[in-house]
């Protein structure tokens, strides 16, 4: 049996492929403790900001709700880590894998509603695809 630690390890480095297979070659994973800990996964070296914050879940529940306390403090923490990184103009999204998924294209995607109107501050999660989610990232290429 994997802990949860080396699932979400798991999770990460398989995000991390996942990016840098999809236009992304500077994606890479943090490691966690780190005083200045951007996040699971930081995607920099893009030309204009904002940074790109992907928070990677894997091995706690098969099917996240927003309406849940744990996704809550999920959410909370990501906000926490992009509003100290960039501000308001750092895109967070948060993602969960699936059971029986390898490809994070698949997973459960979220992101700020406010993205998708240009408006950078808080409007609430919404769940997008990973197509979608790479195609907000790719915005900003």
């Known amino acids: 049996m994997v802990n949860s ?9 398989a995000m991390v492929r996942f990016l840098r297979d999809n236009g992304f070659p500077a ?7 780190k005083r200045d800990d951007p ?3 930081w995607v920099h070296g893009i030309v204009a900001p904002p940074p ?26 990501l906000s ?11 895109l967070g999204l948060l993602c969960h894998a699936r059971v029986g998924k390898s490809d994070p294209l698949y997973w459960r995607w979220w992101v700020d509603l406010g993205w ?9 999660p ?16």
């Open 39 to 41: 996040g699971d996964i």
């Open 116 to 124: 998708f109107w240009d408006i950078f501050d808080d409007m609430g």
């Open 52 to 77: 790109i914050i992907v928070s990677v879940k894997n091995g706690y529940t098969p099917d996240p709700h927003p309406g849940t306390g744990q996704w809550q403090d999920w959410w909370a923490d």
């Open 5 to 13: 630690q080396e699932k979400g390890k798991r999770g990460e480095r």
């Open 27 to 33: 994606a890479e994973r943090t490691k966690a403790g």
């Open 126 to 141: 919404v769940q997008i695809t990973g197509g979608q989610a790479l195609r907000l990232m790719r915005m900003w290429k």
């Open 80 to 90: 926490t880590t992009c509003l100290a990184l960039g501000g308001t103009n750092t």
